[in-house]
């Protein structure tokens, strides 16, 4: 089964708009952690957050946002007054407890911000 | 700080041959160091990783192999390379395990057999 879903496989706004990637992930454990990477044309992974199952706290960095809620088991980017820039592949990972040393990717997301 | 370098960066081989990609970090010592690859359409796998040096673990059954020679180097291999072996190949870092440490990517190599 798969843990981690990312049912958008391409989106493409227009520059300044607002954009959600969705992610929905699947544990059955109590401790985990959860991330979201960005893959630019370069194809280099760049990390972007990073939170664990305890910490609920939505997050605010920037242009950038994320809705952690463990009663939909959801995780998901929101990206505000898009940019050309943010044009890239999304992942969402899941790291569970039990398999602490393998990150659980989703299928990735792909942005397209069209100036 | 540290840097992570991986090559070559594009790789075209024919079904059959060997592989060798390689991956080195630097600017960190006793990283744990990882082997992912993305096929077109799908996340990323993740292939092997190594928690030091001749300690290699395998997560999925395959026509690969790993090893680390040496503290801060990852080599991935083939001995006879398969159409399904196409793909992106990323190698990364962590200071210890990947699902509590950030992992920190190289750029990547893209193989194509044909």
């Known amino acids: 089964a798969q843990k981690v879903t990312q049912a958008q496989t391409e989106i493409s706004v227009v520059e300044k708009e607002d954009v959600t990637l969705d992610c929905v992930y699947e544990t059955r454990d109590t401790t985990y952690y959860l991330f979201w990477y960005k893959q630019p044309p370069s194809g280099e992974l760049v990390f972007l957050i990073r939170?664990?199952?305890?910490?609920?706290q939505n997050e605010i960095s920037g242009r950038y946002s994320w809705n952690f809620q463990k009663s939909t088991s959801s995780f998901n980017f929101t990206i505000t007054a898009s940019q050309v820039v943010d044009s890239a592949v999304y992942f969402c990972?899941?790291?569970?407890?039990?398999?602490?040393?393998?990150?659980?990717f989703g299928t990735g997301t792909r942005l397209t911000v069209i100036p | 700080s540290q840097t992570i370098h991986q090559w070559p960066a594009t790789l075209v081989q024919p079904v059959g041959s060997p592989l060798s990609l390689e991956c080195t970090v630097e600017g960190t010592s006793n990283p744990n160091l990882y082997w992912y690859r993305q096929a077109a359409g799908r996340g990323l796998q993740l292939l092997f990783y190594?928690?030091?040096?001749?300690?290699i673990s395998s997560e999925v059954p395959q026509n690969l192999s790993a090893s680390r020679p040496q503290d801060r180097q990852f080599i991935l291999s083939s001995k006879k390379l398969l159409l399904s072996d196409s793909g992106f190949y990323l190698c990364?870092?962590?200071?210890?395990?990947?699902?509590?440490?950030?992992?920190?990517f190289g750029a990547g190599s893209r193989l194509t057999v044909l």
């Open positions: 990364a870092w962590s200071r210890g395990l990947a699902g509590v440490f950030v992992l920190t």
């Open positions: 190594s928690v030091g040096i001749g300690q």
């Open positions: 939170r664990n199952s305890f910490d609920e």
């Open positions: 990972a899941l790291s569970e407890e039990t398999g602490a040393n393998n990150l659980f």
